[in-house]
Nanobody, 121 residues
Framework: HVQLVESGGGSVQVGGSLRLSCVASGDTISRYCMGWFRQIPDKEREGVAGIESDGSTSYADSVKGRFTVSQDSAKNSLYLQMNSLKSEDTAMYYC????????????????WGQGTQVTVS
């Protein structure tokens, strides 16, 4: 069982940067596929970036070249560096862990954090 706690969200101007963190406890994240998702009201949760147990990464087309996902096994933490932020990046961002095939299917992830709000204006 994994507990996930996100932090690092906030308000930033268009073109700015933020770094989200997700600290895990209860198990080692290197055993899981990890992902960052985001959601705005009345819309489905969408995958943003993911990192598989073998270290391979994937990104939604909308964030490629701007966002970078990484993890630190020693700190049991997942990160999302977000650069060149756009207003359409405004959303609640969630960290997730799963033992499935990963990717951006919400159902592939079992454990979720409470979310951290990112507002770009």
């Amino acid at each position: 069982h994994v507990q996930l706690v996100e932090s690092g969200g906030g308000s930033v101007q268009v073109g700015g940067s933020l770094r989200l963190s997700c600290v895990a406890s209860g198990d080692t994240i290197s055993r899981y596929c990890m992902g960052w998702f985001r959601q705005i009201p009345d819309k489905e949760r969408e995958g943003v970036a993911g990192i598989e147990s073998d270290g391979s990464t994937s990104y939604a087309d909308s964030v490629k070249g701007r966002f970078t996902v990484s993890q630190d096994s020693a700190k049991n933490s997942l990160y999302l560096q977000m650069n060149s932020l756009k207003s359409e990046d405004t959303a609640m961002y969630y960290c997730a862990a799963g033992r499935g095939i990963g990717g951006f299917e919400v159902d592939e992830y079992t454990y979720w954090g409470q979310g951290t709000q990112v507002t770009v204006s």
